[in-house]
Structure formats: structure tokens, C-alpha cells
């Protein structure tokens, strides 16, 4: 028995018309994919921050209602060719912040080497603010208070001047006391 496109009414199968294809089983027009493609770019730079608002930018909407512009931007975002678009565009923009974030990272931590660096920078108080901040960077610092630290003022003296090298002993000494003494630590 072969399949039909109908239902049964009074014991006989009545057929029905073959359903009209929708917006969504169309492939887009030229000009239809275009204008998809000019209002993500006007999502992915920026310019605009609402679909609708992108979409008016791209196609004259003067004569249309608010309702009208939505529901057509509704259809054109749910199209399978432009929900590809879309999902493409979210996936660079993700990758290109991921990409920003990690080179601001990056200039800042190298900034801040610069800045601990005692040939480059004359201020003690510059110099340990920078050690700290990339300690924090690190996770030197995460969930531990000052009063939490076990170590004695002597303790803690000798093993930054490990870390540091013998060499500057003296240095060291005479920076956290001058810094002890203004009140900066």
C-alpha cells in the first residue's frame, strides 16, 4: 500500500493539496542573503547592538511599524542559511576577544616585568606594587590576608633576598625599611 498525503473521512482517503513551501524551505535570494550579510556585519562591528536596529540600518524601514521590522527580522534570523551565518559570526567574534584578552594579558604582565625592573624604574613603592600585582597574576596572593602570614618580618626579608640574589642584600634591607618607615607596606 503506498503512502498518501490525505486523511480518511467517511472510510475513503481524501488527499490534500502538497503543502506550499515555507520562507524557511526557500533558499534565500541573492538579495535576500546580502541583506543577511549586511545586518550581522552591522551586529559583528559593533555599530548596532539589537537585530532590529541593525535591520533597519541595512533596509528602508520608514513605512513599517515596529512589529512589521521584528517579525521580518525574526524570519530572517530563523533561515537555515543565515542561523549558519550567525552561528559563524558569534564563533569569530568569540575567538577574536579570546584573542584581544589574551594579548592585553600579555602587554600588561610585560609592562609590569618592566616596571619591577630596578634599572627602569627608581621607585621602591612603583616597584613592589608591580612584584605584587604579578604575584596576584600568578595566584601568590589568592585567599591569603596579610594577617594569615606566618612568617616573621626576618623570615619573609630573607626570602625575598633569596629569591633576589645575596648580591642585593643590602638593597632589599634598606627598600622594605624605607617603605616600613613611610607607611606604603
Not at 569569530?92 to 625592573?117: G, M, P, S
Not at 630596578?118 to 606594587?129: C, G, I, L, M, Y
Request: glycine content about 4%.
Amino acid at each position: 500500500m503506498s503512502k498518501s498525503n490525505g486523511k480518511i473521512v467517511d472510510g475513503s482517503v481524501v488527499e490534500y493539496e502538497p503543502k506550499r513551501p515555507s520562507f524557511h524551505d526557500k533558499p534565500l535570494t541573492p538579495l535576500m542573503m546580502d541583506r543577511a550579510k549586511r545586518v550581522l556585519s552591522e551586529l559583528t562591528t559593533g555599530r548596532e547592538e539589537t537585530y532590529s536596529g541593525a535591520y533597519r540600518k541595512v533596509v528602508d524601514c520608514s513605512k513599517k511599524n515596529d512589529n512589521t521590522v521584528r517579525n521580518e527580522v525574526s524570519k530572517l534570523l530563523k533561515h537555515p542559511d543565515v542561523t549558519a551565518l550567525l552561528e559563524a559570526s558569534k564563533s569569530r567574534i568569540d575567538f577574536n576577544k579570546a584573542r584581544q584578552k589574551i594579548f592585553t594579558a600579555k602587554l600588561v604582565h610585560e609592562r609590569l616585568l618592566w616596571e619591577a625592573d630596578p634599572d627602569n624604574n627608581e621607585s621602591a613603592s612603583v616597584r613592589v606594587k608591580a612584584l605584587e600585582l604579578l604575584g596576584r597574576d600568578s595566584g601568590m596572593f589568592v585567599g591569603v590576608a596579610a594577617s594569615e602570614d606566618p612568617r616573621s618580618y626576618e623570615q619573609a626579608l630573607a626570602e625575598l633576598q633569596h629569591l633576589i640574589g645575596d648580591d642585593s642584600d643590602e638593597l632589599v634591607t634598606h627598600e622594605a625599611d624605607s617603605l616600613i618607615e613611610s607607611g606604603e607596606c
